[in-house]
């Protein structure tokens, strides 16, 4: 199945839950005050926020007069035009060696994520190495070598309640001896002591700068879809310890709010990078804006 088939089909409870809604908007005798309350109905429910909301009907009322648009069912594809605008930024291209640093809160599917990706890039012609730096949840070493069993990459892990940085280190000496590709590094999920995130992240920043400057070096955060806006706090407080890149948005096809692509690209100027639409090792795809709003609108 292609990108665009797996993320359309990914996105069929977003779709169901706002096409009733659009369809009522759009179907308006005229662009009056009903249109624009059916219209904000259908973007809050799905998620999208009030902040990214009002803007895009700020944007809708200013653009529908100087483009001297008459009907509700013309606007549809202005509508599309300024969603696009709110979520499409432009990612750098990767450049190997690679890191890719990946937080989270536990829970969001986050060492399952890991694996996809090592998967990806796998599937691209690449090689690639897991850092097993989660030494504090148990079972999580062990959760993570199945999903690189599955993918077919490396791992390198310590014992149970080790210093994640010398798991990180290792991994990194590893890298560089095999002139490894990509190099993924999972953390714990911790929030419930930010002073001890800080100071932990701190230390494998410090290993990593040491030992692997010249890599490009990406830092993702994961979020579960189906969160809604409680991802946006996640973000926040991740961001001022790592100063987050882009995001893993897992379980879009769980959830009918997938809005909150919208509201986090809004309220937190953070990109998507990669979006989860099944529970397959596959099913973890390079995000597409473009993509993303023609399947809502579909």
Known sequence: M??????????KKTRENISRKFYEAFKAKELGQEFYDTLELALISADMGYTATENVLRRLRAEIPAKKISKPEEAKALLKRILLETIDYEIPHYEFPLLIFISGVNGVGKTTAVGKLAKLFVSEGKSVVIAAADTFRAAASEQLDVWAERAGVRVISHSEGSDPAAVV??????????GTQVIIIDTAGRLHNKKNLMEELKKINRVIDRELPEADRRNLIVLDATTGQNALRQVEVFNEAIEIDGIILTKLDGTAKGGVVMAIAEEQNIPVYYAGVGEGIDDLIPFDAKDFIDAIFE
Do not use: N, Q, V
């Not at 292609?2 to 996105?11: Q, Y």
């Open 2 to 11: 292609g990108f665009f088939l797996k993320l359309k089909e990914g996105l």
């Open 169 to 178: 280190f290792d991994t990194l000496i590893s890298a560089k001896a095999k």
